[in-house]
């Protein structure tokens, strides 16, 4: 049973930063495409970032590029979205998600695991 539980969200003024963390269980975490997304009210779904260890690939939205960085720790079936130079537009319900395989296959087909979520507001 494929569970992701992310935590880490809060409120936070532009300029500033955030290190969100998702946790995982019961796949196997190497193997897998994991990714933060995020949700603004009365917008898309955006993926912001795709960590897959089995290539070492990475991927970020260019909203977010040069400023968030993803990262795994396979020994703590965890991985981590550090959020620096936080704008009011990075305001969202943020997401990671779970599928078997790679990023760039994963990004075309969807992710079918999800976690609940965690809120990121940044405003002064």
């Known amino acids: 049973d494929v569970q992701l539980q992310a935590s880490g969200g809060g409120s936070v003024q532009p300029g500033g930063s955030l290190r969100l963390s998702c946790a995982t269980s019961?796949?196997?975490?190497?193997?897998?495409?994991l990714a933060w997304f995020r949700q603004a009210p009365g917008k898309e779904r955006e993926e912001v970032s795709c960590?897959?260890?089995?290539?070492?690939?990475?991927d970020y939205a260019r909203s977010v590029a040069g400023r968030f960085t993803i990262s795994a720790d396979s020994a703590k079936n965890t991985i981590y979205l550090q959020m620096n130079s936080l704008k009011p537009e990075d305001t969202a319900k943020y997401y990671c998600?779970?599928?078997?395989?790679?990023?760039?296959?994963?990004?075309?087909?969807?992710?079918?695991?999800w976690g609940q979520g965690t809120q990121v507001t940044v405003s002064s």
């Open positions: 960590i897959s260890l089995t290539d070492n690939d990475t």
């Open positions: 019961g796949f196997t975490f190497d193997e897998y495409a």
């Open positions: 998600a779970a599928e078997y395989g790679l990023c760039a296959i994963a990004t075309l087909r969807g992710f079918n695991s």
